[in-house]
């Protein structure tokens, strides 16, 4: 696969560009299923592996159960492994994920995210990660293929880190950005080999002078301090993500943080939301702004470990805000984003009231003129203080 | 005006098949790309259902995922359409509640022999009573053509791009192997035999397996240059298979590396949901 590249710049699908990455990361081991809509990462990946650009084996296996433990299997040997999957894959992973997260390795997964069955939809939302939220996984989130070509490479350092080693998930929404052009700043091969280092396990079922036994029986004896040190793991990802994103923008000009703000500053009402609907609601907030209203948004961009006190810190002098899910976590109050948020909030003095809306399930779009409608909701919220309707569903 | 009295003495009159009776006219048109075999084995199918006087109403149909996986979808039986792999999964789930209906699963070969190869095994091991039609194309073609378990080795796929060196399945043998009381082959390309063969597989009693050799021109036929859809049946499907009644006439050197089509075993053994019923009524009459 050969990209063609002007002044550093590339055209390249969210697919194409995460596929680079990994060559350019290039893992020992990547085991992998086809799944619409991430099945165009291991295509060209596989291109590579023919084309010896890199020294990974490339793992077909029968199932995405199967993939995940060849994951492990591959990690815990001592690999550096990397994998691509979306919905129903995901959810067949999910047994395994929880053994990749509970062995403390730093499998790196790209996640297209797409709609859960049934009934069966192959295009975005976000039920596929939500649903894995609690598997003890890293969760970053991207709004645009740039993004997530360079969170797959942060992704690598973030998990690999030795107060951290979990596994990792960069999450991009399927056929908007997966299957849509950019046009993207790629780096160079030898930098990120330098950025992503030598991977040198800290344990490895192949350091037989130093035997090691994983996943092994712990009952009531010493499981929970097991978790406990998982938990920890996780709350110490944070410090490691901003660091990693502060280095990445110091080499390559690009600097990430927890979140993304936008117009945020002086906002009197504000939308939380993932991925690429963030660029929407830009638009929106622009229009508004123009007209004198005092909006802005806020796009996690790390939702596991999610960042609490930051965000609360963000929000704080905010008057109102609406929290958009591509996801419904079915518990009757709302989208898993926004229980976060607003459980956030809960710390402050002085809470901002907080709406949820559900937006967008199996690919529905989501126009600026659906951010419009919302801000309409929640400025008027700012401005009465009152709650109409808590949560409902809209683009419907 | 005098030719058509002799037409008519030639022509066997014959009412065209109503294929709109089985199908759900509004989900169509299908999503198969031209020169796929899928459509000739659908038509056969319901050709074959037809043929079997089995009232649509007392037939469930089960897919899973993948292109052959899409059939239910545009046929006018009781459907449920599933999960990767899990079709006969599912489908063992509604013999048992509702061992009365017709249990007819399809599926590719991705989807019974890969990601669902446990449940193909299982529910031969137990000769449950349905009719299982996978339909090898030797490819994953709704993700965009690679490799399956049925791909030739040496094949090339967008996962094989020097050529596949895994060797691949043979359906009817693992079938038979996991213990299926009825199993055979057919292609699309001899449709008249496959609609006898699937007519068959539904008549009889127990797990009846048919597989059925197909051809993906899309990605397959591009990837290992065949000229054309028709060219690549033609060569897989009608020379590369041999039907069963012929290959004891035929010298060793022409049947080597093609596949038997026809009915390739069948025998009479207990069901499972009968043995099922059995056992409870036996149990429940008390000594």
Known sequence: MAITMTKGQAGLTGNSAIAYAMKQINPDVSPAYPITPSTGIVEEFSSYVADGAVETELITVESEHSAMSACIGASAAGARVMTATSAQGLALMWEMLYVASGMRLPIVLTDVNRALSAPINIHCDHSDTMGARDAGWIQLYSETVQEAYDNLIQAVRIAENKNVLLPAMVCLDGFITSHAIENITLIDDAAVKEFVGEYRPVHSLLDTDNPVTMGAMTLQDSYIEFKRQQSEAMARARDVVIEVGREFGKKFGRAYGLFETYRLDDAEAAIVILNSAAGTTKVAVDELRKQGRKVGLLRPRLFRPFPFAEIAEALKNVKALAVLDRADSMSGFGGPVFNEVRSALYELEKRPRVISRIYGLGGRDYKVKDALAVFDDVLKIAATGKVDTLQKYITL | ?287
């Open chain 2, 1 to 287: 005006m005098s030719s058509p009295a002799v037409t008519e003495k030639k022509q066997k009159v014959s009412v065209p098949f109503d294929y709109n009776k089985y199908l759900r006219p509004n989900k169509l048109p299908h999503i198969w790309c031209p020169g796929c075999g899928h459509g000739i084995v659908l038509k056969a199918m319901l050709r074959a259902i037809h043929d079997s006087g089995i009232e649509k109403d007392n037939i469930c149909m089960v897919s899973g995922i993948g292109c052959s996986s899409r059939t239910p979808g545009y046929v006018d039986f009781n459907t449920l359409h599933t999960l990767h792999g899990r079709a006969i999964a599912f489908a063992t789930g509604i013999k048992l509640a509702k061992p009365e209906l017709k249990v007819i699963v399809v599926t590719g070969d991705g989807d019974a022999l890969a990601i669902g190869g446990n449940h193909f095994i299982h529910v031969c091991r137990r000769n449950i009573d349905m009719t299982i039609l996978v339909m090898t194309n030797a490819t994953y073609g709704m993700t965009g053509g690679q490799y399956s378990p049925t791909t030739p080795m040496d094949s090339i796929s967008t996962t094989s791009r020097y050529g596949n060196i895994e060797p691949p399945f043979d359906a009817c043998g693992m079938a038979k192997a996991a213990g299926a009381s009825f199993v055979a082959r057919g292609t699309a390309y001899h449709t008249i035999e496959l609609e006898k063969t699937i007519l068959e597989a539904i008549e009889h009693k127990g797990t009846s397996v048919v597989d059925i050799i197909d051809a993906c021109p899309t990605y397959f036929g591009r990837a290992n240059k065949y000229k054309s859809a028709s060219q690549m049946m033609e060569t897989i499907e009608k020379d590369g298979t041999v039907s069963v009644k012929q290959a004891d006439k035929l010298p060793p050197e022409k049947i080597e590396g093609k596949a038997l089509r026809g009915v390739l075993h069948k025998i009479d053994r207990p069901e499972y949901c009968e043995q099922y019923s059995n056992l409870i009524v036996e149990k429940a009459k008390g000594k």
